[in-house]
């Protein structure tokens, strides 16, 4: 079977075994090798992701984790990759519009939570954050987790309950600005933060052994989409689709809800 016939099949929500079967005549028609770039916050899942992928294709996928503006500054200085996830569509959309990627299709979606050190006691509500000398590291503005912080902080400072002022009372506290939002993460599970910000799919088995989250209400904190598609430089489009198309199907989204993510709309 032509693997372009394989990708508009397994567009569609395929049973496993019907997708498993397509995967593996795709991979005896030809194996690729192929570069996915990938938001940080998608490693775990990502990981387990290609190499189910890579079993039942017989193609080997190889991954580049950054954060998404990091990945999309290296597309647009001539990097190449077959495929690319960021982790907002302000990352992507831009380089649709320059000719570099096809539209995005949303295949995830996540929510962000406040970690803080699990025996430490100076955060227990969104109050705390507030308070003067607390050391808090969040991701830097342009990182999509970052700008989804900021305006979840700006929206709790609207509705008032913690003062006008409550976002600039907040980033007084920043000690620290990340490139993604595993350093954030990480600046936590080694205690040199009181508290950080960071997606509810960063907080690993690993590292809930490590930490306790204070939730945010679901008023401010809307669900952030991530974009898939495939590089129009890409030396293996009917394998990127394929791979786009396996993270897209029910085992795909069973693994990415196992890492924390919400599925896609």
């Known amino acids: ?9 397994c567009s569609r929500a395929c049973r ?3 997708l498993s079967t397509l995967l593996a005549l795709s991979g005896a028609a030809q194996a690729a090798s192929l570069t996915v770039f990938a938001a940080s916050s998608l490693t775990d899942a990502f990981t387990e992701i290609g190499q189910a992928f890579d079993r039942r294709s017989g193609h080997h996928t190889t991954f580049s984790f950054a954060g ?3 990945l999309r500054a290296q597309l647009e200085q001539g990097a190449r990759a077959d495929v690319l996830a960021t982790a907002n569509v302000a990352q992507y959309d831009p380089l649709v519009r320059a000719g570099l990627l096809s539209p995005g299709v949303t295949f995830a979606r996540n929510r962000l939570t406040v970690i803080t050190p699990l025996r430490a006691t100076a955060v227990r509500a969104l109050a705390d954050l507030t308070r003067p000398g ?21 929206a709790i400072g609207a509705a008032g309950t913690y003062g006008r002022d409550y976002a600039q009372r907040v980033l007084a506290n920043v000690v620290s ?16 933060a009181d508290a950080a910000v960071v997606y509810v799919s960063d907080v690993t088995p690993g590292l809930k052994q490590q930490v306790r989250t204070v939730a945010l209400p679901g008023r401010f904190n809307p669900p952030v989409g991530y974009p898939l598609g495939v590089a129009t430089r890409s030396r293996e489009p009917e394998a ?4 786009v198309a396996f993270v897209r199907s029910p085992e795909g989204q069973r693994i ?5 993510f919400l599925g896609q709309p």
């Open 256 to 260: 990415l809800r196992r890492w924390g």
């Open 134 to 154: 607390l050391k808090l590291v969040l991701a830097a503005p342009e990182v999509p987790v970052g700008s989804a912080t900021r305006a979840a902080l700006k």
């Open 1 to 9: 079977m032509p693997r372009s016939r394989l990708a508009t099949l």
């Open 177 to 192: 600005e990340e490139p993604n939002v595993r350093q954030v993460a990480l600046k936590v599970a080694l205690g040199q």
């Open 240 to 243: 990127a689709r394929a791979f």
């Open 16 to 18: 496993p075994a019907v």
């Open 68 to 70: 998404s503006q990091v």
